[in-house]
C-alpha cells in the first residue's frame, strides 16, 4: 500500500455558510459521528479504524471533516495523509464545530457518507478505478468528483432525509466545480481517456435533474469488494 500523498484539502469537505439555527445542532462528537456511520453502514471499520477529534480540537472555516493515515493528527498535513491500497484502512479527524447550528441532520449524514466513500475507495472497496496522475490538483478534482457525485445520488434517493435547499445546491456545485477540473485536465492530457473516466462521472445536471441520467453512473452501494474488486 501506499500513502496517499498529495490529496491537501482534497479530500477534505469544506465550505461553509451563515444562517439561523435549526435542529440539527452545532457539534458532532467522534461518537455520534462513529454512531452514523454504522447506521449507514455496517461495515464502516472495515475502511475507517477510529474517529477522532482533531489536533487542533476547532476545524477551521473550510474544513469539516478527512481521513488521516492511523495515529494522523491533521488531514492538512501530507505526512499525516490516508494510505490507499487494498484493504487500507485510515482513521477519521472530526473538530468540535464540524457543523454549523443550522445545518441538517440530512447533512451530517452526507458529510460523513462522503467520507466513508473516500475511505472504501481508498482501501479498493468499490469497482472503481484509483488514480495517480502526480498533479494534486488531477488527482484532488477526480476523488472529489466521485465522492460527490456518490452523495448527490445518494440524497437523491433519500438516504440522508431531507436537506435543506441550500446544501443540496452546495454539493451540487462542489460536485460541478471538480467534475469541471478533472473533465478539462483529462481533455488536455488524452482527450481519449474520457470515454472511460467519464462512465463514472455523470454530467452535472444528470445529478441535478436537469438532464436525464445516464445508465452508467456512481451508483455503488451494491458492489461488493470480493465479487467486483476495484481497478487502478
Known sequence: MRRAAHWGLGVLIGLSFAGQATAGGPDLTPDQAAALLASMHPDYTRYIREVRYGDSRARPATLYAGLVRRGGEDPRDPADGPILGRGASNDLIVYT????????????????????????????????????????????????????????????????????????????????????????????????????????????????????????????????????????
Open 97 to 232: 464545530d464540524t457543523f454549523e447550528p443550522w445545518r441538517t441532520v440530512a447533512w451530517r449524514r452526507l458529510v460523513i457518507d462522503h467520507e466513508y466513500f473516500h475511505a472504501r475507495h481508498f482501501a479498493k472497496g468499490f469497482n472503481l478505478p484509483t488514480v495517480g496522475f502526480g498533479l494534486p490538483q488531477a488527482d484532488t478534482d477526480y476523488y472529489e468528483a466521485m465522492a460527490w457525485g456518490y452523495v448527490l445520488e445518494r440524497a437523491g434517493d433519500g438516504a440522508y432525509g431531507e436537506l435543506a435547499a441550500r446544501e443540496r445546491a452546495e454539493a451540487a456545485a462542489r460536485y460541478e466545480e471538480h467534475y469541471d477540473g478533472f473533465h478539462r485536465f483529462v481533455m488536455k492530457a488524452q482527450p481519449s481517456a474520457w470515454a472511460h473516466y467519464g462512465r463514472f462521472l455523470p454530467e452535472p445536471g444528470a445529478l441535478t435533474g436537469t438532464t436525464p441520467r445516464p445508465a452508467a453512473s456512481t451508483r455503488t452501494e451494491e458492489t461488493s469488494p470480493a465479487a467486483a474488486p476495484a481497478t487502478r
